[in-house]
């Protein structure tokens, strides 16, 4: 029997590669975004190897996240695996010197936005007694760099949820597993510094960064292992 995802942030960098590395082993997809062209763009190519459908929401504003999961059809409402992509780094500075703009911004939708889409998802997967969350840290989560204390912080939260998850949620059949990439190179960069492309294309200057590729092909790893496997967490 086929498995649907529910992706959020599928519409660039590690979601899109995740989407389209569960779509060439067979799992059906519910694509989030808050893009509305780039969803129905990925939608229609990957419609070809598997059942596609798109949500339009942001993950920052609950009312919106727990309006759309819950519009979802019948046939598409049996969630098997979330993965919490969706996040990012806003700005690089001293902590005397951050915006507020973006430490909201990082918060919120770092930390809240996964927690707005687990609540959203999670007690069907309870209901059903199986499902598999992936939540997409980072290398920030392990260690705190400097000029990027809210960003690291948001991250070790996503830590923590991880494995408070795993706790409450094994005893239902549920997986979860944490991912934590290094330097990946995607949009993430551009995001960070504001469109700066000289500035986010230094970032992976001298070195052989990772690629969005890379850590879809360990979410796929993840997902496919055997029942009695809970890939717990995975730096990368
Ligand atoms: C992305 C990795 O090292 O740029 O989360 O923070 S890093």
Known sequence: MSRIALITGA???????????????????ILCGRRQDRLNELSVKL???????????????????????????????????LVNNAGNAHGLS????????????????NVQGLLYVSKAVIPGMVARGR??????????????????????????????????????????GIKVTNIAPGAVETEFSLVRFKGDENRAAKVYEGFDPLLAEDIANAVVYAVNAPSRVTIADLTI
């Open 11 to 29: 519409t660039s960098g590690i979601g899109k590669a995740t989407a389209e590395a569960f779509a060439n082993v067979g799992i059906d997809l």
């Open 47 to 81: 419609s070809q190897y598997v059942k596609t459908t798109t949500l339009l929401f942001d993950v920052r504003d609950y009312a919106a996240v727990s309006k759309a999961i819950s519009s979802l059809p019948e046939d598409w409402q049996a969630v098997d695996i």
């Open 94 to 109: 001293a902590i005397q010197d951050g915006d507020v703009a973006d430490w909201d911004a990082m918060i919120d939708g």
């Open 131 to 172: 499902g598999h969350i992936v939540n997409l840290s980072s290398v920030a989560g392990k260690q705190t760099y400097a000029n990027g204390a809210v960003y690291c912080a948001s991250k070790k939260a996503v830590e923590a949820i991880s494995e408070g998850m795993r706790l409450d949620l094994t005893q239902h």
